[in-house]
């Protein structure tokens, strides 16, 4: 029997829709059987900030659901923007990472996905973390995330179209599988030029490793 790549553990309802966590390999039946998913992996390499000449790159791998995450998000990546990224120095790469044990994470990850469609990744992923009393209360978050889409700039029927179709849920696996394939074992995680960075993840500690790497480079 074929083994193939097969989605595991919670499934939740929202919306209509259908999220899954997690994922193993297993023995499955026929691919025939199987439900056809809506997309598939574009070989998407995450959303970037910064220019494509800066001589470092950061890749994170995270959450939306995770509170270490948001406070990175709203603590540290404001002064990150300024300092590095607005600088030249730095480009940054966004990965989705949601972690099978937060129930809405691949559904914040979608809406953020599908505002990225409209040019507003960005836009929504400092809506989602900023306004991050929706991962505590444990609701469904579908009419919240509208509006924040809103907020965001979002045309929302095209919004809402690809919400209902799940337009990249692939991406979003694809981009989970690669960071499981890194190790990634917790979120926020960070890559500094293809190396883990290990420290703790400070807007100083980014900028004192950022200005190390660029002079060894001169």
Not at 52 to 75: G, I, L, R
Request: charged fraction near 20%; glycine fraction near 10%; include cysteine.
């Amino acid at each position: 029997m074929k083994r193939f790549y097969v989605l595991l553990a919670a499934v939740v309802l929202i919306g209509g829709g259908v999220i899954w966590y997690g994922s193993r390999s297993t023995s499955a039946a026929p691919a025939a059987s199987q439900p056809t998913p809506v997309a598939a992996s574009d070989g998407f390499r995450g959303f970037t900030l910064g220019s494509e000449a800066a001589p470092v790159e950061v890749t994170e791998y995270s959450d939306f659901e995770c509170p270490f995450c948001a406070s990175f998000a709203t603590v540290q990546m404001p002064v990150i923007r300024q300092q590095l990224i607005a600088t030249g120095k730095v480009r940054w790469r966004y990965r989705d990472f949601p972690l099978p044990t937060h129930q809405y994470s691949r559904y914040a990850a979608l809406a953020a996905q599908c505002a990225g469609e409209q040019g507003k990744f960005w836009e929504m992923h400092d809506q989602l973390f900023s306004n991050h009393q929706w991962a505590q209360t444990g609701k469904n978050p579908r009419s919240l995330f509208r509006d924040l889409a809103k907020a965001a700039g979002v045309d929302l029927d095209k919004y809402d179209a690809c919400m209902d179709g799940q337009r990249y849920a692939g991406r979003i696996q694809a981009s989970l599988q690669e960071g499981e394939a890194l190790g990634v074992g917790g979120t926020p995680t960070f890559y500094v030029n293809g190396k883990r960075f290990d420290g703790h993840p400070t807007s100083d500690a980014f900028k004192s490793l950022v200005d190390s790497l660029t002079q060894r480079r001169k």
